[in-house]
């Protein structure tokens, strides 16, 4: 493995205090009694000298952290393929401004990973039959069913820097390997804005245009991020900045600089989901009718969520829970020429009958 030299790292911006997050509005289905949970394993700052060392990394850590065995790391083996650019961003020129033991300092300074903690965490994960997936549920008596959603970006372990420059359609396959799906908006916006809605009550299926989408339920949301109710970029991995000569996009001049992920712990919903404001971007799936919710086995449109690692510097786009961005990129999610980019990941859901 290369050194971190091929890194350069800079401090985080400093964290105000955080306002108090939203309340989880029902209790998630009841936990099966767990074993005792093994905290995480302080992770090595090394940088992959190409993508293909980086993700080799990735699937030990998979393989020691979330449990994957040669089935999983198989399947994102095949969907992945030689793909020179799928990884952490090109080593070459990303500059992460935090290493991944920083990360780790921070999160044990913060309690993260204290025994109460895992335990807390333990009861959620049993609820989800995986590690680092937290249930998310809505009002009591909503009749909205709880669904599972990765704590952390791909591949959703702390203090790992965010998988991109996955298209949507292997950002789909990835989750399906590892036996779980895409998430759909309105699972995405539920998990940040601490209540999870019924489809029915999020999506207008019958609309002439595609851009009607982002009238319904969007034009009076009310406005709230992970954190709370008022915007505070700097509680979240905002501070970093865009390559000197990045202009859009592109491997060879734009540099992935995240941050690890999970790195600032005020940055949390309720439900106890991390980053979905800064760090990368993140595919979504929005459903154009019924049958392409991904609770029935479907495929919507692509849709970016979630700010990312400049926010701080240059706003590009709104960021609160609920927003919706119903024309970016737009293609089906299993497009195989759906949309990449340097700042773009993706997280997964699932099921909790699964």
């Known amino acids: 493995m290369a050194p971190a030299r091929h890194t ?12 108090t997050p939203p309340s989880a509005s029902a209790e998630a289905p009841d936990a099966a009694p767990s074993p005792p949970r093994a905290p995480l394993s302080p992770p090595g700052d090394e940088i992959g000298k190409n993508a293909h060392e980086e993700r080799e990394r990735m699937y030990a850590r998979m393989r020691k952290e979330l449990g994957y065995g040669d089935k999983e790391i198989a399947a994102l083996r095949e969907i992945i393929g030689d793909s020179r650019v799928i990884s952490e961003g090109n080593p070459d020129i990303s500059e992460h401004p935090m290493k991944r033991s920083e990360c780790y300092r921070i999160r044990k300074d913060a309690g993260l990973e204290s025994p109460k903690a895992l335990a807390e965490l333990a009861k959620k ?7 680092y997936m937290v249930p998310v549920t809505g009002k009591p008596d909503a009749g ?6 990765d704590q952390y970006e791909f591949p959703d372990i702390p203090c790992e820097y965010p998988t991109v420059y996955a298209s949507a359609k292997q950002a789909s396959d990835m989750c399906r390997a590892v036996g779980k799906r895409l998430c759909d908006a309105h699972e995405w916006e539920g998990a940040c804005a601490g209540e999870l809605r019924k489809a029915e009550d999020e999506y207008l299926w019958d609309r002439p245009r595609r851009m009607e989408m982002w009238y319904f339920k969007n034009k ?3 406005k709230v991020w992970a954190y709370g ?5 700097a509680l979240c991995a905002t501070a970093s900045h865009k390559s000197r000569k990045c202009n859009g996009g592109g491997w060879e001049t734009c540099g992935s600089n995240t941050y690890p992920a999970g790195a600032f712990p005020k940055c949390v919903s309720s439900f106890g989901v991390y980053d979905q404001h800064g760090n990368a971007a993140e595919h979504m799936s929005l459903p154009m009718k019924p049958e ?7 495929l919507g449109e692509t849709e970016m969520k979630g700010s990312w690692f400049i926010f701080l510097r240059e706003e590009a786009h709104e ?4 927003w919706r961005a119903p024309a970016w990129h737009a293609t089906r999610v299993d497009d195989p020429m759906s949309h990449m980019n340097y700042h773009l990941g993706f997280r997964c859901c699932k099921d909790i009958s699964e």
């Open 8 to 19: 350069r790292h800079r401090p985080p911006a400093a964290a105000a205090s955080a306002a």
């Open 220 to 222: 009076d949301r009310q």
């Open 125 to 131: 994960e049993s609820v989800c039959k995986a590690r």
């Open 292 to 298: 392409d919710l991904g609770s029935r086995g479907g």
């Open 229 to 233: 109710p008022e915007k505070n970029h």
């Open 144 to 149: 909205v069913t709880p669904v599972c959603i």
């Open 319 to 322: 960021d609160d829970c609920r």
